[in-house]
């Protein structure tokens, strides 16, 4: 089955810098890579999505990487504010089925 | 915007047994999903369900859970005889079948099961 492993576990970050967070999947036949924000004892909120024909993607100040052939795909946030505070998930889809890394706690310091 | 909604949001059980979590996907989805996260680890798919029954399901997935569509609004994730381990937050999600959001799965609030 699909295995994604995903770093850092933790990032905390001055307010106005970026952060990253990178995951690497296995299953060459996932297509569609959600990033999940969750933010403490609410659900998971999808903040952006890729699919594997395209390489990049962005959204104001979020954007998100593929890189097909290494199976690894980023998350960056630039200008990175507190509301950013939360616990990031990343994860890979074959057949409808989502497997999650294991998630980034990213504080933003004020 | 529609919502997936999850009840209850917290369920405290004994050892032995049963719960039923409930979930109310967004009206016009088809597909819909279990996933659980235990206390600070990563959210672990359960079961995929479209058309009536089950189109996928993880090892975790083992006899003693069930799920169901009892009508045309709810569906349900049954645990039938609880073991510490289950203690866990559980997702349901779900998703549509337009050709531009039909990735995208929307998640619940979760319900909180604590075995005792």
């Known amino acids: 089955g699909e295995n994604v492993e995903q770093h850092p576990s933790t990032l905390s970050v001055q307010e106005g810098d970026s952060a990253v967070i990178k995951c690497t999947y296995s299953d060459s036949a996932s297509n569609y890579f959600p990033w999940y924000k969750q933010e403490l004892g609410k659900r998971p909120q999808l903040i952006i999505d890729i699919r594997s024909n395209v390489g990049e993607k962005k959204d104001q100040r979020i954007a998100v990487t593929l890189n097909k052939t290494a199976k690894h795909f980023s998350l960056h946030i630039t200008e990175t504010q507190p509301e950013d505070s939360a616990v990031y998930f990343c994860?890979?889809?074959?057949?409808?089925?989502?497997?999650f890394g294991a998630g980034t706690t990213v504080t933003v310091r004020a | 915007e529609p919502e997936v909604t999850q009840t209850p949001s917290h369920q405290v059980t004994q050892m032995g047994q049963e719960v039923i979590l409930r979930c109310v996907p967004i009206s016009n989805h088809l597909y819909f999903y279990w996933y659980r996260q235990i206390l600070g680890q990563k959210v672990e798919f359960l079961v995929s369900?479209?058309?009536?029954?089950?189109?996928?399901k993880s090892e975790i997935f083992d006899d003693q859970f069930s799920v169901e569509r009892p009508d045309g609004s709810n569906f349900t994730l049954k645990i039938r005889s609880t073991k510490l381990e289950d203690s866990a937050m559980y997702f349901c999600?779900?998703?549509?079948?337009?050709?531009?959001?039909?990735?995208?799965?929307?998640f619940g609030a979760g319900t909180r099961l604590s075995v005792l």
């Open positions: 999600a779900s998703r549509g079948d337009r050709e531009k959001v039909k990735n995208i799965q929307y």
């Open positions: 994860a890979a889809r074959n057949d409808y089925k989502l497997s």
């Open positions: 369900f479209y058309n009536n029954e089950i189109s996928e």
